[in-house]
């Protein structure tokens, strides 16, 4: 059975990514868990992190 947890998570687009704004993710944050999705496949797989995992990945994104 396939969960779609997706649409009760509120998912947000925080900005563009790529050259033509199409390399985008969405994160909904939740007390336990940050989920993220590819913007352009909803119903697809999405990534759940701790949040201290997301906030060392983003610290190390925003370096790059």
Same mark, same amino acid.
């Given at each position: 059975?396939?969960?779609r947890v997706g649409r009760q998570l509120g998912h947000q687009q925080r900005g563009r990514a790529g050259r033509e704004g199409d390399?985008? /993710?969405?994160v909904?944050?939740?007390p336990t868990t940050v989920h993220i999705r590819d913007?352009? /496949?909803h119903e697809g797989?999405? $990534?759940a $992190?701790?949040?201290t995992a997301w906030t060392r990945f983003v610290g190390y994104a925003v370096q790059s």
């Open positions: 059975m396939r969960r390399s985008c /993710v969405e909904a944050a939740c913007s352009k /496949v797989p999405q $990534l $992190l701790a949040p």
